[in-house]
């Protein structure tokens, strides 16, 4: 059974920082694409940033140049650093992975961490 467990999540003022990690936990498994998604209150799930094995970064334009997703393949370990924090960054942050076991690809979530930015 593959877990993921995310991390680092809390309350920061505007303009601050916060660095989430999602750790992939289990045996006899790959993963290709990892995933961040977020949920603020009363909105639908959206899509964050995405990284292949490679480490390369796909963003989307709310947080284009402000988010950096890295990932470390050894650790089975995604990373999201976050900077410039704004409000509307307020949301539960979901990792995402495309895991393959026995040959099979299937989506795995992890459970969400509360991220806050208020003053």
């Known amino acids: 059974q593959v877990q993921l467990v995310e991390s680092g999540g809390g309350l920061v003022q505007p303009g601050g920082s916060l660095r989430l990690s999602c750790a992939a936990s289990?045996?006899?498994?790959?993963?290709?694409?990892m995933r961040w998604y977020r949920q603020a209150p009363g909105k639908q799930r959206e899509w964050v940033a995405r990284?292949?094995?490679?480490?390369?970064?796909w963003y989307a334009d709310s947080v284009k140049g402000r988010f950096t997703i890295s990932r470390d393949n050894a650790k089975n370990t995604v990373y999201l650093q976050m900077n410039s924090l704004k409000p509307e960054d307020t949301a539960v942050y979901y990792c995402?992975?495309?895991?393959?076991?026995?040959?099979?690809?299937?989506?795995?979530w992890g459970q969400g961490t509360q991220v806050t930015v208020s003053s």
């Open positions: 995402n992975a495309d895991v393959v076991v026995s040959g099979l690809e299937r989506a795995y």
């Open positions: 990284t292949t094995g490679s480490g390369t970064g």
């Open positions: 289990g045996s006899g498994f790959s993963i290709n694409i």
